[in-house]
C-alpha cells in the first residue's frame, strides 16, 4: 500500500489523457493556452499508460479515474479504455476496481458502447450552467443541449451520473436551486465545487463561494436531509425529501478534506503530482522510458505528501500549473 507519513492510505490514481479540450472555461485554463496540434512525443502512449497504470494496482490503487484536458477528444481514447477495462474485472483485497471518466459530456454519445464494454458504470459530467446563453460564455463554445442530451443519455443507460458545478460568485450563483431541482425527478447528484485556484484562472476569494453560504441558502428553499458520506468522500452529501436523486458540496478551500485524501494524479505528461495544490511533481515517464524501476519514485512521492493544501497557504499557484494541464 501507498502510505504517506500522515498515514494516509492512496488507493485512488487519476491519469490525464491530455491537455487537449474542446471547451475554453476560464477557471480551468489561462485564455492565452495553446492546445498542441497532435499528440505530443512527451505525452505517455496508450501502452505506457496501461503500465504504469499496472504499476499502481500492484500498490493498491483500487481506482482509476481519466482525466483531462477533455479525455474523450483523444484520438486513442477507446483503446485506452480497452487496455484499461482488463483491471476492471479484477479485485483487490476484496475491492474490485473501478474505472471512472470525467468528462464535459460533449463526446459521450460516441462512447457509450465503450463505456459499457469497459465496465464503467460512473460518470462525472461537467456542467456548470443550465441557461445557453450562460454555458456559451463560459465556455466560448455552442455545445450546452449537446452536453444535455448526453447527460440523459447516461441515465438511459443505468450510468451513475455526477454532475460536476463549479460554483462561482456573480458568474452562477443564481443557479444553486435550479441544479438541486434536477434532482427531484432525475438520479443525478449534483456535486457544487468551491472554485479552486490554479495558474492563469484569476483566483481570488472574492469569487469563492463556501460550503456555508451554500447550505445556507439551499436549506431555505428545500427541506435537506443530511446523507451518510463514506470514507474519503471529498463530498458532503445531501438529499431533498421526495427528490429522486442528491446533491453535495466538495468544499476543498472553505472546508478542506485533506486529512483523510486517499488520490494520486498523473499528468498526461507521466508527472506524478501527490496533490492537486503541489507545486512539485516527479518524472514517472522518463524513467518508465528508460527502463528504470518508478515504483521508489512512487513511494518517495506520497512519503513526501504535505498536510493539507500542498503544502501551501497564501495559494500563490503561480508556481502550479493551470488546471487543465493537472487533470482535475
Known amino acids: 500500500m501507498l502510505i504517506d507519513k500522515f498515514g494516509r492510505v492512496h488507493d485512488y490514481l487519476r491519469i490525464s489523457l491530455t491537455e487537449s479540450c474542446n471547451l475554453r472555461c476560464k477557471y480551468c485554463m489561462p485564455e492565452d493556452y495553446i492546445f498542441p496540434a497532435s499528440l505530443p512525443k512527451h505525452y505517455m502512449s496508450a501502452d505506457e499508460i496501461d503500465r504504469i497504470a499496472k504499476i499502481f494496482i500492484d500498490l493498491g490503487i483500487n481506482k482509476i479515474r481519466l482525466t483531462g484536458g477533455e479525455p474523450l477528444v483523444r484520438k486513442d481514447a477507446k483503446h485506452i479504455f480497452e487496455l484499461l477495462s482488463k483491471y476492471s474485472s479484477l479485485e483487490l483485497n476484496d475491492n474490485p476496481i473501478k474505472l471512472t471518466i470525467t468528462t464535459n459530456g460533449i463526446l459521450v454519445h460516441q462512447f457509450i458502447d465503450v463505456f459499457k464494454k469497459a465496465n464503467l458504470h460512473s460518470v462525472n459530467l461537467s456542467l456548470d450552467t443550465l441557461m445557453p446563453d450562460r454555458f456559451e460564455a463560459i465556455t466560448k463554445r455552442n455545445y450546452f443541449h449537446k452536453v444535455l442530451s448526453n447527460m440523459h443519455l447516461l441515465l438511459q443507460n443505468n450510468f451513475h451520473v455526477k454532475l460536476n458545478v463549479v460554483a462561482m460568485k456573480g458568474v452562477n450563483d443564481d443557479e444553486l436551486t435550479d441544479f438541486i431541482q434536477l434532482t427531484r425527478d432525475f438520479p443525478l447528484h449534483v456535486r457544487f465545487i468551491e472554485f479552486m485556484p490554479f495558474q492563469g484562472n ?79 511533481e516527479i518524472d514517472l515517464l522518463t524513467p518508465l522510458r528508460n527502463g528504470e524501476d518508478i515504483i521508489p519514485l512512487i513511494v518517495s512521492s506520497i512519503e513526501g505528501k504535505h498536510q493539507k493544501w500542498g503544502g501551501q497557504e497564501l495559494f500563490d499557484h503561480s508556481e502550479n500549473r493551470s488546471m487543465i494541464a493537472i487533470g482535475g
Open 202 to 280: 484569476e483566483w481570488n476569494k472574492n469569487k469563492l463561494i463556501s460550503f456555508k453560504e451554500m447550505f445556507d441558502h439551499a436549506s431555505h428553499y428545500f427541506e435537506i436531509v443530511a446523507l451518510e458520506n463514506e470514507k474519503h468522500d471529498t463530498a458532503k452529501k445531501f438529499k431533498v425529501l421526495g427528490h429522486e436523486g442528491t446533491f453535495a458540496f466538495i468544499n476543498t478551500m472553505s472546508e478542506p478534506f485533506c486529512s483523510d485524501c486517499n488520490r494520486i494524479r498523473l499528468t498526461a505528461d507521466g508527472k506524478l503530482k501527490n496533490c492537486l495544490f503541489s507545486k512539485g
